[in-house]
């Protein structure tokens, strides 16, 4: 098993930055995947990107560009920089964890993007 904790959201004006958080109860580098997804109020949960334990790293294309995720195996955290953030960017961001035939989420952390 593995909890995860996300935290970094908050309010930002359209064109800011946010760097999320996600600290996890064991070793990042023994999850198989570790990923951030979002849902927006009256909107299904989507993926936003991965890093998997190799170092292969996913991004959906609207964030493509302007996230970055990156992992610290010692503080067994994975990241999501976000830069040039745009109002449609307001969502829940849960952090996610694979593992063969499980996933585990996080309780999420707000983004809200706004002038």
């Known amino acids: 098993q593995v909890q995860l904790v996300e935290s970094g959201g908050g309010l930002v004006q359209p064109g800011g930055s946010l760097r999320l958080s996600c600290a996890a109860s064991r070793s990042i580098f023994s999850i198989n995947a570790v990923g951030w997804y979002r849902q927006a109020p009256g909107k299904q949960r989507e993926w936003v990107a991965t890093i998997t334990r190799g170092g292969m790293i996913n991004y959906r294309d609207s964030v493509k560009g302007r996230f970055t995720i990156s992992r610290d195996d010692a503080e067994n955290t994975v990241y999501l920089q976000m830069n040039s953030l745009k109002p449609e960017d307001t969502a829940l961001y849960y952090c996610?964890?694979?593992?063969?035939?499980?996933?585990?989420w996080g309780q999420g952390t707000q983004v809200t993007v706004s002038s």
């Open positions: 996610n964890a694979k593992d063969p035939g499980r996933d585990y």
